[in-house]
Each structure stands twice: as C-alpha cells, then as structure tokens.
C-alpha cells in the first residue's frame, strides 16, 4: 500500500507502563511462527525484563525500542538482536500491532531504525531472516532495500510445519 506521506513516528525506550502491551504481543500465538519465540512468557518474565535491560545495545547485545505515532499511541515494537560489536551487524524484528497494519508505520519506524543504526550506532549491516509465508514482511523489507541473499532451508517451524527462512540483508556503512 502506498501513501503521499509518511506516518509520523518515534522510537523511544520501553518502560513500565509497556508490560500490559508487550505480554500481548510475546503471548499472540499468530507471531510465533514469525519470531523465535515458541512459548508464552509470563508478566513476572516480561516484567523483569523490562526492569533489568540496560538498554545498551553494547551490554545487552539486543535493544528493544517502542514505536509511536504523533498521539502517542504504541504502534508496535522494534527489535535490534544478535548484535555482534566485532562485525558490526545486528539482526532485525519488527511487530506492528493489528489496528495499526497497512499504515505505512513498519516502513517510517525501520528508515528511522537505519537512521540509528548508522549514524549513532555506526552499525554496517542489519538483517532480517523472515518465514517464506510471511509475504508482508518480505515485502516489507524488500521495499525498504534488503537483498535477498540466502534461502535457509526449514529455518523456522511454526508448530506444524518447517517453512524456508530468507535471509534479507541491508548495508548500512
């Protein structure tokens, strides 16, 4: 779908009053052929988390930012993980939330997410692995200049069934 204009949006740091929304995207059973995660965390979990990250992506290795459109409203959530400092890369995963789909919002929060990542993290590369089947994401990253540059064989399994991973690559620096 395309727009005249870009949704206006900002990446901010997660905080407390996050919990409610985060425990319903990690426990949306929908996303977990499309994430890592196969099991529902608890609040405790989620809530420690939050606590507990430093928010640097140096000691953390990950950093998880929250995207917000000009109301303040919680869009979705914006991932950076397996950062590896030595290569300067970092993997890349991006939640938006069902009402907010289709908006142009994943486009605006990953060209700002580039934004960050090369000039205040001076990271080289990002990349995304992402379910054949999950032709939205694909596009989506296709259209913001990944390159599809490996097929992962039965990467990722959705419960019932291995699905191909492709590996979209995006140079930064």
Do not use: C
């Amino acid at each position: 779908m395309t727009h005249s204009h870009k949704p206006d949006i900002h990446l901010r740091a997660m905080e407390p009053e996050d919990l409610d929304m985060l425990y319903t995207i990690e426990n949306d059973q929908q996303l977990w052929g499309v994430s890592a995660t196969n099991v529902p965390y608890s609040r405790y979990t989620l809530h420690d988390y939050i606590a507990n990250a430093a928010g640097d992506i140096y000691t953390d290795r990950q950093v998880r930012l929250i995207i917000e459109n000009a109301e303040h409203d919680v869009i979705g959530i914006l991932d950076l993980i397996n950062f590896d400092p030595r290569h300067r890369r970092a993997e890349v995963g991006i939640v938006i939330q069902q009402p907010y789909r289709s908006q142009g919002y994943a486009q605006a929060a990953l060209a700002e997410l580039h934004r960050y990542a090369s000039q205040v993290l001076f990271i080289h590369q990002l990349y995304a692995i992402v379910s054949i089947a999950n032709k939205q994401a694909v596009d989506l990253f296709l259209s913001m200049g990944y390159q599809h540059t490996a097929t992962l064989r039965d990467w990722l399994y959705d419960g019932t069934a291995y699905h191909d991973g492709l590996m979209l690559q995006l140079q930064l620096l």
